[in-house]
């Protein structure tokens, strides 16, 4: 996997056209795939699946398993008579081309709630839905009750419910789990129509020539399950309190750094059981996807330390992390190891040591290749195969946005090194990796579309405005399909093909 010549195309499933607010599992889902197919390309690259969190963020969810339920197909449950057609039409305030969560939320919501009471009326797919419940009850349960629990609860952080639920008392748990039944069965229903689709597209795609590209945070949020249901794994106070929270020192995204505030692990508890929680998480995620990025690979070397009252992220300070003993662990449990490590931002040699002796392919940047000459590591030549090549990700500017921040110097090299007019540059850039020596190279949605920076995924340290972007099938010319499909023949990126090296 990852080690014949191949490109892809990263775009997340709510960026998909459709009629509910967001993408989702539905029609243009599948569309996307034989779109894919069309285009000669072999991987579909996403980002997390997870609930999102704060600010829309797909990478603070509440929990490391369960799958964002907003991404249910709400026309399969008309299918399956859980809803009927009346109950689908459109929002007014929807839009083609943003997400408005809020809306989202509430017109997902109140359509999951009423195919929840449908089908626990009935009795169509009963027993597939327990089968589900059985097979994933070891983080299903605690899931299912923690978001019973905090709807009770107003959504307020689990510390700050009764001091019995918060410490997880077994009577406690026991007499509320009986007397919220029906939030806890509706949290579960909502899972396994969520995984009842996804496995039903992932294997389209699959069947396809397609393999998808999950993503996987390294940290989680605080109000989570995960971090509830298993409190001694994370740096809590006595009374379940973050005493330090996770982030990044100031760096090219911002001059304070990046606070995301998710609570640190205790790696020794972890490293005491074997690594058994990550097993776990690692098993689920390459369930959901063929391969998996994992999110700040830098930080299973060292994480930068915050103090949970700091206001921002410049006073933090590096703490060392067992990565060793962990990916034997994985290495035991997954001999293949389909991982990419996310080793961007700053790198040491340890961190490089660390991704190389599992021979992790890591990512290079091709927007962040033009400030230094040639000895710039991101430039193509440098590329070996074991690398994934981008010409940006879903937190930089589109390709045709960050063309117009560049400065004239960095301009002129990048037509010298491109031999480009910047007419084309998003093509330009894309055709440089696709002739380089990466075995894998993904494109952003954004850059096959040519369009401009409002159009970017996310802007780090921006706290709202995020994660909103849409594509139509307008946008998509029957030009672009054709380039790219003859762009993945020429440098031999055609799916099937045996070919593992190209001169360059």
């Not at 009374?239 to 996770?246: E, I, R």
């Not at 931002?345 to 230094?372: E, S």
């Not at 994660?467 to 440098?491: D, G, H, I, N």
Request: proline content about 5%; some cysteine; overall charge neutral.
């Amino acid at each position: 996997m990852l080690n014949q010549r191949a490109s892809g195309i990263l775009l997340h499933p709510t960026s998909l056209p459709g009629k509910y607010g967001a993408g989702d599992f539905g029609s243009a889902a599948y569309q996307f795939i034989d779109w894919l197919v069309e285009a000669g390309q072999t991987y579909w690259q996403i980002l997390p699946l997870g609930k999102i969190g704060p600010g829309n963020s797909p990478y603070m969810s509440s929990s490391a398993f369960a799958g964002n339920i907003l991404l249910i197909d709400l026309e399969d449950l008309v299918k399956l008579g859980f809803l009927t057609q009346q109950d689908l039409l459109p929002e007014p305030g929807f839009s083609a081309e943003r997400v408005d969560f809020g809306l989202l939320h509430v017109y997902h919501m109140q359509r999951l709630h009423r195919a929840a009471q449908a089908f626990f009326s009935g009795t169509k797919m009963q027993g597939a839905y327990r089968k589900f419940c059985t097979t994933e009850q070891d983080w299903l349960e605690d899931y299912a009750l923690f978001m019973a629990i905090a709807e009770h609860e107003n959504w307020r952080d689990w510390n700050c419910w009764p001091k019995e639920l918060a410490q997880r008392s077994s009577v406690a748990l026991r007499k509320v789990k009986k007397q919220l039944a029906e939030k806890v069965n509706f949290w579960k229903f909502c899972q396994w129509c969520f995984a009842r689709q996804w496995f039903l597209l992932k294997s389209y795609a699959n069947r396809h020539g397609v393999e998808i590209i999950g993503d996987m945070p390294i940290f989680v949020a605080y109000q989570s399950a995960d971090v509830w249901a298993h409190q001694e794994l994370f740096k809590l106070d006595k009374k379940g309190s973050p005493t330090v929270v996770a982030g990044v020192p100031p760096d090219y995204f911002s001059e304070t750094g990046q606070l995301w505030g998710n609570p640190l692990y205790r790696w020794n508890i972890h490293q005491q059981t074997g690594f058994s929680w990550w097993i776990a998480r690692l098993r689920h995620a390459l369930k959901l996807a063929d391969v998996v990025r994992i999110d700040h690979f830098r930080g299973f070397v060292a994480y930068w330390e915050v103090e949970a009252k700091a206001l921002n992220a410049i006073n933090g300070k590096w703490k060392k992390c067992p990565g060793d003993p962990l990916f034997k662990a994985f290495k035991k449990a997954f001999p293949e190891l389909p991982i990419i490590a996310e080793d961007l931002g700053l790198i040491t040699p340890d961190v490089i040591a660390l991704r190389d002796k599992f021979k992790l392919p890591g990512m290079c940047i091709l927007q962040f290749a033009f400030g230094d000459g040639e000895g710039n590591f991101y430039l193509p030549h440098h590329y070996q195969p074991n690398i994934v090549a981008y010409t940006g990700t879903h937190d930089n500017d589109t390709t045709v946005g960050w063309w117009h921040t560049l400065s004239e110097r960095d301009k002129t090299f990048a037509q010298q090194y491109l031999s480009s007019d910047g007419h084309s540059i998003h093509w330009d850039m894309m055709r440089a990796l696709s002739k380089s020596a990466a075995n894998t190279v993904i494109f952003p949605m954004q850059d096959v579309l040519g369009l401009s920076g409002e159009h970017r995924m996310n802007y780090p340290g921006k706290p709202e405005g995020n994660w909103e972007w849409r594509f139509s099938w307008e946008q998509l010319k029957p030009e672009f399909t054709r380039a790219l499909a003859a762009m993945s023949v020429e440098y031999k990126r055609t799916p099937g093909r045996s070919d593992t090296e190209l001169d360059v």
